[in-house]
């Protein structure tokens, strides 16, 4: 009896002991990138490896890590191995350039556009038939509309968001500041869940059923219609919205000691050809040379009027005025208030 | 006058006719187990099965293919992989540490004990990160580490790791208790008959444990499969190299692959019932050996 007891048990342990192995390898590169990109860098990522092949270049692969943006810069900081960053903002390149030196402090510029392959903005995503009539920025204070935005502190959509809302309020109050903030403070008041990320924003808006209005990447908005269903939610475009500018870098330190900087800078250069274009805007993300992509894909992008990061002096000075620990974020945003 | 009055009781009782142990109503008895089934139901069952109708709304074949998707197959891979060696390394540290703790008598015994209950009290999340912070590339042995080539944090090893941190307590707890009270009494006479050392061990001591061992690796492995917090801060979240079942499932419900999301959580919770499975069958097979164990 006790031999047989003994069997079974360690039978138990010794069958989950079978269960290993690994995959075999070739080139690969880890890409590092913010929530939305998911469905963007699938496409992108297989007709790269196509491109890469067709040049009679050794097969390569592509692996992605997905997260908040600024989550995903202190992974990198502390060690992921990442041959190329895509994340929401310059905010987080800068991070990871200053706190390791892997990336060259001038990385900015080392490609178009301030290595922006693609741009975004801030729209609007209501239920359908709009029921609150919302249809700009002064229509979120209203008393019974219910906002959901993420967490600027965790979330680079959500700093576009709040950068946004400022700069429709300095152009309402004709540049009283005071008066711009205490309107974006309203605008937080008016939300009651902050998420951590822009995709459990969308979650919890879409999913869950909560608030009237979700401030979204123009991507996510489009892609959250084309998923869940045209018949439920509608993009409302307000007059002015920010042009928001995720940047793309490649980890010069990772990539050399890996030896795949050849193809990470291969792979950055594809992002701004034809294909990189057309793929761009085909998940709704604003093509840097328009004329590259799909002129039906065009078309969907509404025209609207957008502010810039300039417009603020640079990340580098609206990130420490608007973010940082104390600043104007949160002076407005007092959690249960 | 108080003596009078309890042998008045006395004689009372003993003429009652039988009387089932509980004296409650069978009102009060049917609104309990009504009560107990109606928690059971709402807080476990109706999830379970909300799991599986999510995961085969789409149809079967959506199921089927959701599970032998490259990442997925990778993330069940993974998962196993690391509950493989997760759970033998916490089964020898647990029998190790019960034994020494319920055989032995030893300064800081106690601390011990408190040490050994650190990861339940810990947040899972504080798991992950004080290995980032001990071997990231920022943190304590982290440059060291990277002059070497070695990596552990946002790779398959600091996965282990936290989830060995996490898991660690399951066997110990289950034996400390279950050996203190048998005390060494059978050690004893096993070793003055003349066995060895080792032979007490394997015919004495793991015998009677046998169960509480069998329920701690169950539990131990059903924790391991399942971690998602201390997992998730040293995953890096590389889809198909470092992302476990639970991480693929939020990643799939964050892409709005609910389907898809919900195959692999049935199949996670498909695991766990298969495990509770094998334990009862185990402890039907084995009834007898049972009885004779807890009648120690």
Not at chain 1, 315 to 323: D, G, H, N, Y
Request: charged letters at 20%; a negative charge.
């Amino acid at each position: 009896m006790i031999i047989l007891s003994r069997r079974s048990l360690f039978g138990a342990a010794a069958a989950t002991l079978l269960l290993a192995g690994s995959a075999g390898a070739q080139t690969t590169l880890l890409n590092v990138s913010y929530d939305p990109t998911r469905e963007l860098y699938r496409d992108f990522n297989a007709a790269f490896a196509k491109h890469w092949e067709a040049e009679g270049k050794e097969a390569v692969s592509v692996r992605m890590s997905h997260g908040g943006s600024g989550a995903q810069a202190r992974a990198v900081i502390d060690g992921l191995d990442a041959d190329i960053v895509t994340l929401a903002l310059e905010a987080d390149i800068n991070a990871i350039a200053e706190k390791t030196g892997k990336i060259p402090a001038d990385w900015r510029g080392s490609l178009a556009n301030n290595n922006c392959p693609y741009t975004s903005t801030i729209v609007f995503l209501v239920r359908k038939g709009n029921p609150k009539a919302i249809r700009d920025w002064g229509d979120l204070v209203k008393d019974d509309v219910a906002v959901i935005t993420p967490n600027p502190k965790t979330s680079g959509g959500a700093r576009w968001n709040f950068l946004a809302a400022w700069a429709w309020a300095e152009r309402h109050f004709e540049g009283d500041e005071a008066k711009a903030q205490e309107f974006v403070g309203q605008v937080y008041r008016h939300v009651p869940v902050l998420d951590t990320g822009a995709r459990g924003s969308t979650t919890t808006f879409v999913q869950r059923g909560i608030g009237d209005v979700l401030l979204a990447w123009e991507n996510e908005a489009f892609l959250a219609l084309e998923e869940l269903g045209p018949d439920q939610f509608e993009i409302v475009v307000p007059s002015i919205s920010i042009k928001a500018e995720p940047p793309v870098a490649l980890v010069d330190e990772n990539a050399e000691a890996k030896g795949t900087t050849e193809v990470a800078k291969a792979y950055l250069d594809y992002l701004y050809s034809k294909e990189g274009q057309t793929i761009a805007a085909k998940h709704y993300y604003r093509p840097f040379e328009p004329e590259l992509a799909d002129p039906s894909d065009m078309q969907r992008f509404p025209e609207l009027e957008l502010a810039t990061i300039d417009d603020f002096g640079g990340w580098k000075k609206a990130q420490p005025r608007f973010f940082a620990d104390g600043g104007v974020f949160d002076q407005i945003y007092k959690p249960g208030q | 006058m108080a003596l009078e009055a309890s042998l008045d009781i006395h004689p009372s009782v003993a003429a009652a006719p039988w009387r089932s142990p509980t004296a409650e109503s069978p009102a009060v008895k049917w609104t309990l187990i009504g009560v107990a089934l109606a928690f059971l139901g709402f807080f476990l069952v109706l999830p379970l099965v909300a799991v599986f109708v999510e995961a085969f709304r789409s149809g079967v074949g959506v199921y089927f293919e959701a599970l032998v998707e490259p990442d997925a197959v990778a993330a069940i891979r993974l998962t196993l992989l690391v509950a493989a060696i997760a759970v033998p390394c916490n089964l020898v540290f647990g029998l190790a540490a019960a034994w020494a703790i319920a055989k032995f008598e030893f300064k800081g015994k106690n601390l011990l004990i408190t040490l050994i209950d650190l990861p339940f009290s810990v947040s899972p999340v504080i798991s992950g990160l004080v290995y980032v912070l001990l071997f990231g590339s920022q943190g304590f042995l982290g440059p060291w580490l990277a002059r070497h080539g070695i990596e552990i944090v946002f790779a398959v090893p600091g996965i282990v790791l936290a989830t060995i941190f996490v898991t660690f307590p399951f066997v110990a707890r289950e034996l400390i208790p279950l050996m203190q009270e048998q005390g060494s009494g059978d050690e004893e006479a096993a070793i003055s008959l003349g066995a060895s050392g080792w032979k007490t061990f394997w015919l004495v001591t793991l015998p009677n444990v046998r169960w509480a061992l069998l329920y701690g690796v169950l539990l131990c492995n059903a924790r391991a499969m399942g971690e998602y917090g201390a997992v998730s801060v040293v995953s890096g979240h590389i889809r198909g190299l470092t992302n476990t079942m639970p991480l693929h499932v939020e990643i799939l419900y964050n892409e709005y692959s609910f389907s898809a999301a919900f195959a692999v959580a049935s199949l996670l919770a498909l695991l766990a019932l298969v495990t509770l499975s094998i334990k009862s069958f185990l402890e039907w097979r084995h009834a007898d050996g049972l009885k004779a164990v807890r009648g120690h």
